[in-house]
């Protein structure tokens, strides 16, 4: 098993009244990065987060701020969220007709970009943007809430995914994230499928001492290493 992944503590689940200390405590428990999620209450059921908030984070950690876009016309956000801090924006495959312009337009705004995919798109519908991504988000929930139970078939999706990077000789340049319903229980098999950044929402922020759960998390990694 590679120890050498990344969690991504999503603050959906940590208490919006005190962000701080959802910063806090991904400090503490030295996550790699924050997971922001965004949702326009028309491309997933529920509304979330925008630009303002991420402006409001920005100053008060130097984490790597990984914005998940869960909307429609993702390239209107684009700048706002960059403008904010955003150092990667991931937009949805489904979410528009024109992947190409949405991916020139967050590069040129100097941070990085990610493709995600809901449980039932087909891989093929991300494959021709391999070779431009820095990140490929899998989800392994239906995106828009927070707490579901893991898609067990989301570890071929992996799996297959990392077979056509490798293929592709671009296993070490784009990232696979994995997101929704990771666990400790689970966090093993996705690493081992492939998986480079774990998102966890619930499983950190529901648990009584977060610092300590993200830990439990890395030290997962680093023991389980034969
Ligand atoms: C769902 C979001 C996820 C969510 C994960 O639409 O994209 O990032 O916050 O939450 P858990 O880890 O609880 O499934
Ligand atoms: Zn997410």
Redesign the pocket.
């Known amino acids: 098993m590679a120890s050498e992944f990344k969690l991504a503590p999503?603050i959906?689940?940590a208490d919006f009244a005190n962000l701080q200390l959802a910063l806090s405590q991904c400090d503490e428990g030295g996550a790699h990065w924050i997971?922001v999620?965004v949702?326009d209450n028309q491309f997933?059921p529920n509304l979330s987060i925008g630009p303002p908030v991420v402006k409001s984070l920005r100053p008060n950690t130097n984490k790597f701020l990984d914005i998940?876009m869960?909307i429609i016309e993702p390239e209107k956000l684009v700048k706002p969220f960059a403008r904010a801090g955003a150092d990667l924006i991931t937009f949805h495959i489904e979410a528009t007709d024109d992947p190409q312009s949405v991916i020139d337009l967050i590069k040129s705004t100097g941070i990085q970009v990610g493709i995600s995919l809901k449980p039932s798109t087909p891989l093929s519908d991300i494959e021709p943007y391999y070779d431009q991504v820095d990140l490929i988000l899998v989800?392994s929930?239906?995106?828009?809430?927070?707490?579901?139970g893991y898609i067990k078939r989301s570890t071929e999706r992996i799996q297959e995914i990392k077979k056509k990077l490798t293929h592709q000789c671009l296993q070490d340049r784009v990232l696979i994230e994995i997101?929704?319903?990771?666990k400790l229980h689970n966090a093993k098999e996705v690493i081992d499928a492939g998986a480079d950044v774990l998102?966890?929402?619930?499983?950190v922020f529901?648990t009584d001492d977060p610092a300590q759960t993200i830990k439990d998390f890395y030290n997962l990694g680093s023991t389980a290493e034969h």
Do not use: K, R
């Not at 929930?141 to 579901?148: N, Y």
């Not at 997101?179 to 990771?182: A, E, N, Q, V």
């Not at 998102?199 to 499983?203: H, I, P, Q, R, T």
């Open positions: 999503s959906l689940s997971h999620d949702m997933v998940h869960m989800m929930v239906e995106p828009g809430f927070a707490g579901q997101d929704g319903g990771i998102v966890a929402g619930s499983a529901g």
